[in-house]
Nanobody
Framework: QVQLVESGGGSVQTGGSLRLSCTAS????????MGWFRQAPGKEREGVAA????????YYADSVKGRFTISQDNAKNTVYLQMNSLKPEDTATYYC????????????????????????WGQGTQVTVSS
């Protein structure tokens, strides 16, 4: 079973940056897609970014495009989330997750942001952005 450990959370002011890391116990077909999700108090967990580990294709929620960048280091079994131009609305607990499969929409393969599709989850790391 895949185990995921996040790190890099903290408290910053508006406009600041943070880099989150997620290290997986294994980097195999069980981690075809690695995603970053976040959950703020009183809100549903939402996907913010994902990466196809086999090829490097990336996917972003509209709310973070142009500000966040997901990347990976296969040699370290690690994915990163570089967060720039942080806003108070980015405040949340951020979770790393792994999905065993890419999905097919009839035309192309992609990594989903669906919470239910991801098989493994880390414990989360807190990100707080003050105004």
């Amino acid at each position: 079973q895949v185990q995921l450990v996040e790190s890099g959370g903290g408290s910053v002011q508006t406009g600041g940056s943070l880099r989150l890391s997620c290290t997986a116990s294994e980097y195999t077909h069980s981690t075809a897609c690695m995603g970053w999700f976040r959950q703020a108090p009183g809100k549903e967990r939402e996907g913010v970014a994902a990466i196809y580990t086999g090829g490097g294709s990336t996917y972003y929620a509209d709310s973070v495009k142009g500000r966040f960048t997901i990347s990976q280091d296969n040699a370290k079994n690690t994915v990163y989330l570089q967060m720039n131009s942080l806003k108070p609305e980015d405040t949340a607990t951020y979770y790393c997750a792994a999905d065993s499969f890419r999905r097919y929409d009839g035309g192309s393969w992609y990594c989903t942001f669906g919470v239910y599709e991801y098989n493994y989850w880390g414990q989360g790391t807190q990100v707080t952005v003050s105004s």
